[in-house]
């Protein structure tokens, strides 16, 4: 029971900060109508402070990738055995021939 109410916990909180993310992001919407000024903006950067906080929330998560380097010598190649020719008839014109009577 516990684990399920923690699951729907963490949904719940993704959701909630999703939506604020989403509504600060119309808030500058507003400022740039009215050509207000952000304080909390840096000197450095366009975005605010929320802006970065947010910015996880709004796409996906960070993702790293990582791979096992293995040595050249373990690495073994799959040969493949010698195709063998079987002739015979080719039966595949059976399945839409009229049926034999002999």
Known sequence: MRRYFLHLLFVFLLVFAQQ???VHALSHYADADTQQQSQDQAPHSPL???CLGH???IGTGASEFTFAVT???AIKVATS???QYRQGALNAYRA???PSLA
Do not use: M, N, V
């Open 20 to 22: 604020g993310a989403a």
């Open 48 to 50: 605010c402070e929320q």
């Open 55 to 57: 910015a996880q929330l």
């Open 71 to 73: 040595p050249t010598s």
């Open 81 to 83: 055995p010698a195709l």
């Open 96 to 98: 839409r021939a009229p």
